[in-house]
Every structure is written in structure tokens, then in C-alpha cells.
């Protein structure tokens, strides 16, 4: 593979680092500005010229060009190039709008273009005493002006423009985990148990960490365990409430109590409850075998006691405003 051609220019101007240089395939995405007759134009006495307005998330722009460089702010000797606010929508006082852009210069015998933008990630802000920003040593005039160098063939040159208007939505949340939430313990008595037609059975509601849960219970099991084991499950009753994407972590313990000598079953689970999943739970909780022998006291009276215990549940709050980006305690 022949090595990739290095075009002029990459290189830091005024040997600064407040801008970085790459060169891309891609023309620009919002806006081209071509100028034919560029050396009649850099001959007078013209100190700049602007493009025409281009819109780009609701504003209006438009492109600076000083083809001498802008002599009033360390350009002279280079092309200065501007993004800039159209005076048709230009900002008042007190308002502001925040921008990532970037700026090309087209290489004709590359075919490729020489795009410049702020380093660091650094962000733009355009406001009422601030319209026009951008580079004042985008390329030195004997770089530019060299045809050999490919960005002035023909007496042609083309600029243009890529702009990113960052719009805070002050939007965020903050997520933490409660642990041993309150009321974080239910407990289900099922009366009559053996005499249950119905396939499952589900408890009444109850309320946890700000959500309605209920005990899910097949008597005879489950799935591939029906006809073998008891199946449990907890259920988030409103997981409809969740907002799209958002799913609710709860670890918790499912009990089958022992209502003579205290030597409960109980098992541990954990899910990531969501709008498409909305229960979890054993399907083999115990064997029907060891729940019907009456000696074990897990059925007396042929009740049967269920118990569900939430241990850690994740609480989101809405965070609006200012508060989305402040550090520190809360």
C-alpha cells in the first residue's frame, strides 16, 4: 500500500495549541463557500468577504474571509477564516449560544480537505457582544498561495463550514441505591391451600420504594418444574410506569415460612425488573413432596405462609436545571 500523502497545513500555525488540523475525505457538512478569482479578489482593497446565510439548527450563519488576513487580530500574513452570527438573527444582549464547529479548506490534488477546530473539545460561545469567531491564522498566504500545494487551483479556492449548536435540555437523573427499604417485608397467607383450582395465585398489593409489588405463586408448579415443585416469583405490578429504557435493580428473598419449628426455605434473587420484564422468582422454589408433608409444618392448617423481603432497590430522582451538572454533595 503506497503511504498516505501528507498535505501542508496539518501543522500547528504560530506554533499554538489552541486549535488541532486533520484531514478527512468528507466535504463539509453544512455549508461550502467557493470563490473563483481569488487573486483579483486578494489584489484590492477589500479587507474581507462574507458568504451568504446558511442555516443550521434554527440560526442563521454565515462565512468571514479575509483573504490578506485579518490584520487587527495576528493575521496578517495568513488567510483568517470566521464563523459569525447573520446580523438578520444576531443574539441580544444577555443571550448566548454555545458551538463546537469546524472550518475546511478543499486541497484540489488531494482531494481531501484540511479541517480546523478548537482543541480540547473547546466550545464556542456566541453571544451580543461576541458574533464572530474562528481562526485568524487558518493558513500563511505562501502555503495558500502555492498552486503546487493544491488549495488554490485555477485561481479557485473552496471554504466551508460543519457547526454543532449544543442545547442544554438541563435534563438528568440521579440514581442511588436504598438498602433495607422501608416496609420492605410482606407476608401472604394462603388459606385452603390444597383445595386451589387456578393455576397461579397472586397476593395482594403492596407498596415498596415507591413502586406496587405482589407475590406471584403456583401451586403446583411452573413451567418445566409443573407437577414438581412450588414456583414463586415477586412481581413489579406498575413496571408499566417505568420510562422507556429504565429498568428497576431490586435484590430481595422469597420464604416459604415453617410454621412449627422456624426452619423457613428461603431463596435469593435479583433482577433488573422492566417494561418487558416484570417478574422473577424460582421455578423450583421446593419439591411438592417436602410442602405437603404436613410434619415439616410448612402447610398447618392448610395455610401456607409466603413471605417476600426487598433488601436493595434503585431510586431515581428527576434531576432539572442547573442541578444535572453541579459536583459535590447532594
Known amino acids: 500500500m503506497a503511504p498516505r500523502p501528507v498535505m ?3 501543522t500547528e500555525v504560530n506554533d499554538q495549541a489552541e486549535n488541532t488540523r486533520s484531514i ?6 453544512h455549508y461550502a463557500f467557493k470563490i473563483e478569482n481569488f487573486s483579483l479578489l486578494s489584489n484590492t482593497k477589500v479587507d474581507s468577504v462574507e458568504s451568504g446565510d446558511f442555516e443550521v439548527d434554527s440560526y442563521k450563519w454565515r462565512l468571514c474571509l479575509h483573504p490578506n488576513g485579518n490584520k487587527k487580530s495576528k493575521g496578517d500574513g ?13 443574539p441580544p444582549l444577555g443571550w448566548e449560544v454555545n458551538v463546537d464547529f469546524k472550518l475546511f479548506v478543499y486541497n484540489h490534488i488531494h482531494d481531501k480537505y484540511l ?3 478548537d482543541a480540547n473539545g473547546r466550545v464556542r460561545r456566541f453571544h451580543g457582544m461576541k458574533t464572530e469567531m474562528g481562526f485568524d491564522q487558518l493558513l500563511p498566504l505562501t502555503l495558500f498561495n502555492d498552486k503546487s500545494k493544491g488549495y488554490l487551483i485555477d485561481d479557485c479556492c473552496i471554504f466551508g463550514a460543519e ?3 449544543l442545547k442544554h435540555t438541563s435534563k438528568g437523573e440521579c ?11 410482606f407476608t401472604w397467607s394462603i388459606q385452603n391451600f390444597s383445595a386451589l383450582a387456578q393455576e397461579s395465585c397472586k397476593s ?5 420504594g415507591g413502586h406496587k409489588w405482589t407475590l406471584l405463586v403456583y401451586p403446583k408448579g411452573n413451567s418445566t418444574f409443573k407437577g414438581k415443585s412450588l414456583s414463586i416469583f415477586l412481581t413489579l405490578e406498575d413496571s408499566e410506569t417505568l420510562p422507556s429504557g429504565r429498568t428497576k435493580y431490586a435484590e430481595f428473598t422469597l420464604r416459604v415460612r415453617d410454621q412449627l419449628f422456624g426452619k423457613h ?4 434473587a435479583n433482577c433488573h425488573f422492566s417494561n418487558s420484564i416484570n417478574d422473577w422468582g424460582h421455578l423450583n422454589f421446593m419439591s411438592l413432596d417436602e410442602l405437603n408433608t404436613l410434619a415439616k409444618g410448612y402447610l398447618v392448617n392448610n395455610t401456607l405462609v409466603v413471605e417476600a423481603q426487598i433488601h436493595v432497590l434503585t431510586v431515581v430522582k428527576e434531576l432539572s436545571g442547573s442541578c444535572a451538572f453541579m459536583h459535590g454533595n447532594t
Open 115 to 117: 479541517t480546523i477546530q
Open 24 to 29: 478527512r475525505d468528507l466535504p463539509p457538512a
Open 265 to 268: 426455605i428461603e431463596k435469593n
Open 163 to 165: 457547526i454543532f449548536v
Open 204 to 208: 395482594p398489593v403492596f407498596c415498596v
Open 175 to 185: 440514581l442511588s441505591l436504598m438498602k433495607q427499604p422501608v416496609h420492605s417485608s
Open 8 to 10: 501542508e497545513g496539518m
Open 78 to 90: 495568513h488567510i483568517s477564516l470566521y464563523l459569525a452570527f447573520s446580523k438578520s438573527n444576531a
